[in-house]
């Protein structure tokens, strides 16, 4: 019988059918971080249970960390308590800490496949809905709440029924200045916000297979603005390449075991899936949001759409043009911000700040608007420093950060001040999730960059010369 | 868990499509490890740009102060897997969610707490939307009790609507014993088993994971 690779790993992985329906599926590799994880903890002590596998769980600081430089516990006084819960409850089971002033220290989608602690084929949880990040490996990764997250501490398992299999085929090059990020928003405004709503999605096509591994893991991130319960990429030559040799990932011997069995790790050509899409990227140009959800989006030379246009969602058009401020038939391209923000666990990848930085080099931020950069991790932010982008950033105006989640969703205060334009490389422009009423355009981080010099939002095509 | 027999409760309507979780649990408002979980549900639509209450949203009408099922869209708890969204329903005895659909994770966290995600029927849910629409007017509601034994060996999760004002649901597994869906235990001796004939191709931990 073929098999699709979700089919795969989830055999692979699978422990038993428990009466409800729902499939144990067991897991290589949890990553918590600290907003949820103390509940767990909390849980874990109250039943008197042990985790039986410290060694494949590792403890994040990422949601609640300062971004402040010499930043503490208090830095941010709100999260002190998560952040010292975190660690209490890890030490008393065993599972290691990546806290402020680890050298590994970052968001914890970041720092997984960074150090290797998540491998293709490999199945990975996290309390955390953009758990499917590291799908860019290959790994198929569930996010969950937090009493099934200390279940999986309990018991090394997840609870869930199968979810349908789905693959969407990405064809053509993408241009110049156009990204894995604009690609995604292409398919949550294609798709929809429940698109992908109780499927596996597998992501597939030369568009994937020509994107860099941190280009896949944005991909695999923005999986859940449609619904996805999970999303990767089958790993490829460029993925062994990629994850060798760093710190968790086998040697040696285990490794040419390792990568026998890798390469395995394929949807067979007779496969079928429950849902299929195919989406021509040849012509994409870069993307923006312009309303209050991720499928919300148009292209940078786009306009705000007409609600009387689309009378299935006019209710919704009206009240998203309303929080936002915006007019029908307004051009996106030109609208005036007043912040911009290049960080979170879908943009501040190495590659990432490298794309932004390369549009800011030699410029300045527009008088008046904010601009900030935080790395997804401290070992990206090392990198970028090695590379003197810190100082490309900094001379032009941008604050530079800690690594954490920062502005993504406020969860340390960093955040816009009610009724800010703000373009933000992040994955969410709910309603208030970048503070109390800011309006947040979702978009890549050389769009960002480009509108932070122009102090609107700008084409970055026409700032580079590349349109 | 508290199991879940019967819920009578007045029924909200908040007819919206793709509700996310950040709407139902803002993160600033879980600023504390125990923040209030009664007072964060829907927080920033109940409160107006100067912080005073906003009378016309629905949780705040005079006849929705007490809640008890909240009938909603499609979509419902898109976003992030935060369960403070569902402890927040909890808090306020909201015990069922009547919609179109559910985002996964929330499904899942409903079902983790107790909280019944019901999804009926496209022409049921019409129905059943127009009555509590109805009720709204009357200060009437209908309510969500759990079927005779008979009616409850049908498919979990199916339900039916079979008298004016309630709909009756028929559900197998936790909800009814008020055990955690997922149980440890037995979860635990699975996986503990199935790792004795896991296939060697896995990748295992190398000695850096000692670290
Ligand atoms: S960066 Fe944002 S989306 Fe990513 S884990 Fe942090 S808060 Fe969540």
Redesign the interface.
Same mark, same amino acid.
């Given at each position: 019988m073929p098999k699709t690779l979700f089919e795969k790993i989830w055999d692979a992985h699978f422990v038993a059918r428990r009466i409800d329906g729902r499939d144990l599926i067991y897991i290589d590799r949890h990553v918590l971080h600290e907003l949820h994880a103390p509940h767990a903890f909390e849980q874990l002590a109250k039943q008197g249970r042990k985790v039986p596998r410290p060694d494949l769980t590792f403890s994040m600081q990422d949601h609640t960390v300062s971004t402040r430089p010499g930043r503490t516990d208090e830095s941010n006084p709100s999260g002190a308590a998560f952040l010292r819960a975190m660690r209490e409850g890890s030490a008393r089971n065993g599972i290691r800490v990546f806290d402020l002033g680890d050298p590994e220290q970052g968001i914890s989608h970041v720092v997984a496949p960074e150090l290797g602690m998540v491998l293709p084929g490999a199945t990975h949880a996290v309390p955390d809905s953009h758990a499917s990040t590291v799908g860019g490996l290959g790994a198929m990764a569930f996010g969950c709440g937090t009493t099934e997250l200390a279940h999986i501490l309990a018991t090394q398992v997840i609870a869930m029924k199968r979810p349908k299999s789905m693959r969407i085929r990405l064809d053509g090059t993408l241009a110049p200045h156009v990204t894995a990020k604009d690609v995604a928003l292409k398919i949550i405004a294609q798709l929809g916000m429940a698109g992908g709503r109780g499927h596996v999605v597998e992501y597939a096509g030369a568009v994937v297979r020509a994107m860099a591994m941190e280009g896949r893991m944005t991909l695999c991130n923005l999986n859940i603005e449609m619904g996805g319960r999970s999303g990767f990429v089958a790993p490829d030559g460029q993925t062994f390449e990629w994850i060798a040799g760093r710190p968790f990932v086998p040697k040696g011997a285990q490794w040419e075991q390792a990568l026998k069995h890798w390469h395995t790790l394929r949807t067979d050509d007779d496969a079928t899936f429950d849902t299929e899409h195919v989406i021509d990227c040849a012509a994409l140009e870069p993307q923006i949001t312009w309303g209050t959800d991720p499928s919300q989006v148009v292209g940078i030379s786009g306009r705000v759409p007409d609600p009387a246009a689309d009378p299935g969602r006019r209710g919704a058009i009206e009240g998203a043009l309303a929080y936002m401020g915006l007019n029908p038939g307004t051009p996106l391209a030109g609208l005036p911000i007043n912040r911009v923000f290049i960080g979170s666990c879908t943009n501040a990848r190495l590659p990432d700040l490298q794309a932004a930085a390369d549009v800011v080099r030699g410029r300045r931020v527009a008088e008046g608007v904010v601009a900030m950069v935080v790395p997804g991790s401290s070992s990206v932010k090392r990198e970028a420093e090695a590379n003197g982008l810190d100082k490309v950033f900094r001379d032009a105006g941008f604050a530079w950060g800690e690594s954490g989640c920062s502005m993504c969703a406020g969860g340390n205060g960093d955040r816009g001040e009610p009724g800010e334009r703000i373009v933000s490389t992040t994955n969410r422009n709910f309603e208030n999730r970048q503070g109390p009423k800011t309006r947040t355009h979702l978009a890549s981080p050389a769009t960002a960059a480009a509108s932070a010099i122009a102090g609107r939002i700008a084409d970055v095509r026409s700032l580079t010369g590349a349109a | 868990m508290q199991p879940f027999t019967k819920h009578t409760g007045i029924a909200v309507p908040l007819l *919206?499509?793709?509700i996310?979780t950040?709407?139902v649990a +803002? #993160?600033?408002a879980?600023?504390?490890?125990k923040p209030d979980y009664k007072a964060l549900l829907f927080m920033?639509a109940r409160q107006r740009?100067d912080g005073s209450e906003d009378p016309d949203f629905v949780l705040n009408k005079p006849q929705f102060r007490n809640p008890g099922i909240l009938v909603t869209g499609?979509?419902f708890g898109?976003?992030?897997?935060?369960?403070a969204a #569902?402890w927040g329903m909890l808090a306020n005895n909201i015990r069922v969610i009547v919609a179109r659909?559910f985002?996964?994770?929330y499904r899942?966290?409903c079902l983790?707490?107790g909280l019944l995600p019901v999804v009926l029927a496209p022409s049921d849910a019409d129905a059943f939307e127009q009555r509590v629409i109805a009720a709204m007017a009357r200060r009437r509601s209908p309510s969500i009790s759990r079927p005779r034994p008979s009616a409850a060996r049908a498919a979990?999760m199916s339900h039916s609507i079979s008298r004016p004002r309630t709909a009756r649901v028929s559900w *197998?597994?936790?909800m009814t014993s008020g055990s955690?869906?997922?149980t +440890?235990t037995?979860? /635990?001796r699975?996986? *503990?088993?199935? /790792?004795h004939r896991?296939?060697?191709?896995? +990748?295992? +931990?190398?000695a850096?994971?000692?670290?």
């Open positions: - | *919206k499509d793709d996310n950040d709407q +803002p #993160v600033q879980m600023r504390a490890l920033r740009d499609h979509n898109a976003g992030s897997s935060r369960e #569902v659909s985002a996964d994770i899942e966290n983790q707490n979990p *197998k597994g936790s955690r869906s997922s +440890p037995r979860s /635990r699975s996986s *503990k088993a199935w /790792r896991s296939p060697g191709c896995r +990748p295992r +931990p190398t850096a994971y000692k670290a």
